[in-house]
Nanobody, 117 residues
Framework: QVQLVESGGGLVQAGGSLRLSCASS????????MGWYRQAPGKQRELDAI???????NYADSVKGRFTISRDNAKNTVYLQMNSLKPEDTAVYYC???????????WGQGTQVTVSS
């Protein structure tokens, strides 16, 4: 069982920045793919960014150039640096891990990000 705890959400003005953190426990963090997703009210959950165990990253077109995903395997933590935030980035942000060599994945409880115009 893997537990994920997100933090760092909050209220920010448009153009501002936030850094989300997701601390993982259980499992072997360093070999798992980690991702950040968002879910806005009335919308489906969608992928923002993903980082593999080898450090390869992929981003949704809507966040390319503004968001950066990174991981610190020594701290079992994945980060999402969000710059140039827009009101449309307002959502609950969830951390996800895909457990290596299995079909299992786990979710955090989510952290609210609100961007005011």
């Amino acid at each position: 069982q893997v537990q994920l705890v997100e933090s760092g959400g909050g209220l920010v003005q448009a153009g501002g920045s936030l850094r989300l953190s997701c601390a993982s426990s259980g499992g072997i963090f360093s070999i798992n793919t980690m991702g950040w997703y968002r879910q806005a009210p009335g919308k489906q959950r969608e992928l923002d960014a993903i980082i593999t165990s080898g450090g390869s990253t992929n981003y949704a077109d809507s966040v390319k150039g503004r968001f950066t995903i990174s991981r610190d395997n020594a701290k079992n933590t994945v980060y999402l640096q969000m710059n140039s935030l827009k009101p449309e980035d307002t959502a609950v942000y969830y951390c996800n891990t895909k457990v290596a060599f299995t079909t299992r994945d786990f979710w955090g409880q989510g952290t609210q990000v609100t961007v005011s115009s």
